[in-house]
């Protein structure tokens, strides 16, 4: 596996090795380097940075006795590569699923994006499987609406490995099944939901759009990009569009062991700066298997490894370049406090020294407004204002609370104005009542008369026959 580029890096240690390192003998290495790597399906992009990298740790570089050129440059190649899978980091799956497990945050859902044809079904089913090994309930959501026979295909799958499966009709929504089997994995305590969605080529921005709603409405936990290692250059391409659209977390490179290249691992890593977790091996179910940068570094370049991917995450400290920078701030902030304190502490001398003169003045000041505040003419017309606010309340108060009077002469009217009211609502009181007694005594009489009227009725209701009427009786 990864003959061309395993070639390619090999050529350009050696040849560099070999002659003495000059700007024009580095230019012409890089260049038959950049070829090898673009023919190795490494993205021009990347190619461009790693020959530039490579042009600024070797050009004047200094060989001791006893090193070996070619070691050195291998070296610094290997450096470039490691450099790049360390930013892209990890992502451990199966660690975050367990961790939000315990958490009893919900289910952890994974969503697989792709284009068609680069097995997105099976890598699901591949995953469903490698998942149900370590311990994990899953569910499967059949989000592939649109191919004929792919809800069929992933049942089919799905029988084989006993998951459940969550699908609709073809033509649904995807991410409304999506949907629903979240709320099914939700309700039945399933630890993770693998949703399967359908191929769409990068070009097409109806079917971009629907897979940004599809992250929209299920907002995963994981967005995993599946792509074809054997696509070429063109791999590059898909994983650039589709991380703008949906900004993945991880890549699954599949059918890994038929490609000679092995370029695309590198640059997908490079462009989106997202890792690749998985390598698919083969169309078993077991043929899946975690994508350790180390291994693929060891295997371009061969013998011991002397850079790790592992060192180069954790050697990155920012901290130790801003210590001396605090360092350096500390020592000269005391040294000019103590010299400040030191030049003023004589300086506050003249002040101190203040003759006697100057403390009469201050004594004398203070006796011109003595007259001043014997003399005010201002203090009448506060009192006023009080006295006129004082009549309001008064006026306002009589009309509220009648009984209740005021100091002096006023609770006399105040009083009397209560009597008034007391007598009015008294009469008003009597001449209600009789009003009352009247009505009722009018009603008495009047329902007298009626009963009267009804026993005269009655008695006039007496009916008298005559012979004609009891002879037709009697027929």
């Known amino acids: 596996m990864f003959d061309k580029l395993k070639k390619a890096f090999s050529s350009a240690a050696k040849s560099i090795g070999q002659k003495e390192?000059?700007?024009?003998?580095?230019?012409?290495?890089?260049?038959?380097?950049?070829?090898?790597?673009?023919?190795?399906?490494?993205?021009?992009?990347?190619?461009?940075?790693?020959?530039?990298?490579?042009?600024?740790?070797?050009?004047?570089?200094?060989?001791?006795?006893?090193?070996d050129a070619g070691q050195i440059i291998e070296a610094k190649l290997q450096e470039a590569v490691a450099g790049i899978f360390a930013r892209a980091g990890r992502l451990d799956i199966i660690g975050q699923i367990r961790a939000k497990k315990e958490a009893k945050k919900g289910p952890y859902v994974i969503v697989f994006l792709g284009i068609n044809g680069t097995g997105k079904t099976t890598t699901v089913a591949k995953m469903g499987n490698l998942l149900r090994k370590n311990g994990i309930s899953l569910v499967v959501?059949?989000?592939?609406?649109?191919?004929?026979?792919?809800?069929?295909?992933?049942?089919?799958?799905?029988?084989?490995?006993?998951?459940?499966?969550?699908?609709?009709?073809?033509?649904?929504?995807?991410?409304?099944?999506?949907?629903?089997?979240?709320d099914y994995a939700r309700k039945h305590y399933v630890d993770a939901v693998l949703i399967d969605t359908a191929g769409r080529m990068q070009t097409s921005k109806n079917l971009m759009d629907e897979m940004t709603k599809i992250v929209r409405v299920v907002k995963p936990d994981a967005k995993i990009f599946v792509g074809d290692s054997l696509a070429g250059n063109d791999t590059i391409n898909q994983a650039r569009?589709?991380?703008?659209?949906?900004?993945?977390?991880?890549?699954?490179?599949?059918?890994?062991?038929?490609?000679?290249?092995?370029?695309?691992?590198?640059?997908?890593?490079?462009?989106?700066?997202?890792?690749?977790?998985?390598?698919?091996?083969?169309?078993?179910?077991?043929?899946?298997?975690?994508?350790?940068?180390?291994?693929?570094?060891?295997?371009?370049?061969?013998?011991?490894?002397?850079a790790s991917v592992q060192d180069l995450m954790s050697a990155p400290t920012p901290p130790p370049t801003a210590q001396p920078v605090a360092e350096e701030k500390p020592p000269e902030a005391p040294e000019p406090a103590v010299a400040a304190t030191s030049v003023v502490s004589p300086?506050?001398?003249?002040?101190?020294?203040?003759?006697?003169?100057?403390?009469?003045?201050?004594?004398?000041?203070?006796?011109?407004?003595?007259?001043?505040?014997?003399?005010?003419?201002?203090p009448p017309p506060p009192p006023q204002q009080p006295e006129w606010v004082m009549v309001e309340p008064k006026e306002e108060k009589k009309g509220r609370f009648g009984f209740f009077g005021r100091k002096k002469g006023d609770s006399p009217e105040e009083g009397k104005e209560g009597k008034d009211e007391k007598k009015r609502k008294e009469k008003e009181d009597e001449e209600r009542r009789k009003r009352e007694e009247e009505e009722r005594k009018h009603k008495e009489k009047e329902e007298k008369k009626n009963r009267k009227e009804d026993k005269d009725s009655k008695k006039d209701e007496v009916v008298y026959l005559t012979d004609e009427d009891i002879e037709d009786l009697l027929k």
């Open 21 to 67: 390192i000059t700007e024009k003998v580095l230019d012409d290495t890089l260049l038959e380097l950049q070829i090898a790597l673009l023919e190795s399906d490494v993205a021009q992009e990347v190619v461009d940075d790693l020959s530039a990298k490579l042009k600024k740790d070797l050009l004047g570089l200094k060989l001791e006795k006893g090193q």
């Open 141 to 182: 959501a059949a989000g592939d609406t649109h191919r004929a026979g792919a809800i069929e295909q992933l049942t089919q799958h799905a029988e084989r490995l006993s998951l459940k499966v969550i699908a609709q009709r073809y033509g649904a929504d995807p991410s409304a099944v999506g949907r629903d089997a979240v």
């Open 241 to 306: 569009e589709f991380f703008q659209y949906a900004s993945f977390d991880g890549a699954i490179l599949t059918k890994i062991d038929s490609d000679a290249k092995g370029g695309a691992a590198i640059s997908i890593a490079h462009i989106t700066a997202r890792p690749v977790t998985y390598v698919g091996m083969g169309q078993g179910y077991d043929d899946m298997i975690p994508f350790d940068p180390d291994k693929f570094i060891h295997s371009l370049f061969g013998g011991a490894a002397t």
């Open 347 to 378: 300086l506050f001398q003249p002040p101190a020294i203040e003759p006697a003169p100057v403390m009469p003045k201050e004594d004398r000041e203070p006796e011109p407004p003595k007259p001043v505040q014997a003399s005010k003419p201002p």
